[in-house]
């Protein structure tokens, strides 16, 4: 079993459409979690960061930890054409190195 | 702009030749890494220094060397010996978070490496 896993996708929705993505993980010491987007053949940009359980919210994203299910989610909500990226999570114990998933190919259509 | 800085944006490797990738950065960060990303898999670590002269092997460092001369400054080269060097390449850069307690990484915008 991977560490992270990651449904690799691709995801369609139509524009407008709230978007969730997921990621599950085995190592219950992880405490910081992270969410990417990456643009084809650009390198990944930092979307949310979250330390331990709870939600974050920033602007039309939601960032939710649930970590006694070792889950972590992603919610767009009137997704848009420019949403279309790879999503990565990312996952961390204290001082310790990232452990990342392997994507999430999301396509809005217009 | 503060940022992190990669170049070359493409490189082309000839059998048996070493090539360096450079990673630049202007956000006084104290940690740096580099990736390899490959289409379906997740990033996977080569190397990352958490402070200058000081340097650490990742998940995949074989035929691969680093050196962290200067704080702002992380070259990679990939040498003879990685027989599969074709992939993205993605240099990062952190607050050292064994000081701050921050977790998160910023990327540069990757370098594709090709072979010949």
């Known amino acids: 079993q991977k560490e992270v896993e990651q449904d690799p996708g691709p995801l369609s929705v139509p524009e407008g459409a709230i978007v969730s993505l997921n990621c599950t993980y085995s190592?219950?010491?992880?405490?910081?979690f992270m969410w990417y987007r990456q643009y084809s053949r650009k390198g990944p940009e930092l979307l949310m960061y979250?330390?331990?359980?709870g939600n974050k919210e920033d602007g039309r994203f939601t960032a939710q930890v649930d970590k006694s299910s070792k889950y972590i989610s992603l919610f767009i909500r009137d997704s848009q054409p420019s949403d279309s990226a790879t999503y990565l999570c990312?996952?961390?114990?204290?001082?310790?190195?990232?452990?990342f998933g392997p994507g999430t190919r999301l396509s809005v259509l217009p | 702009d503060g940022g992190i800085t990669q170049s070359p944006k493409y490189l082309f490797r000839k059998e048996g030749q070493n090539v360096t990738l450079s990673c630049e950065q202007n956000?006084?960060?104290?940690?740096m890494y580099w990736y390899r990303q490959d289409p379906g898999q997740g990033l996977r670590l080569i190397y990352y220094?958490?402070?200058?002269?000081?340097?650490q092997k990742g998940d995949i460092a074989e035929g691969y060397s680093v050196s962290r001369e200067k704080k702002e400054s992380f070259p990679l080269t990939v040498t003879s010996a990685q027989k599969n060097p074709t992939a993205f390449y993605l240099c990062?850069?952190?607050?050292?978070?064994?000081?701050?307690?921050?977790?998160?990484?910023?990327f540069g915008p990757g370098t594709r490496l090709l072979v010949l």
């Open positions: 979250t330390y331990s359980s």
């Open positions: 990062a850069s952190s607050i050292d978070s064994r000081t701050s307690g921050v977790e998160t990484q910023y």
């Open positions: 956000l006084n960060h104290d940690a």
């Open positions: 190592n219950s010491a992880f405490q910081y």
């Open positions: 990312a996952m961390s114990e204290v001082g310790q190195n990232f452990v």
């Open positions: 220094s958490q402070i200058v002269n000081d340097f």
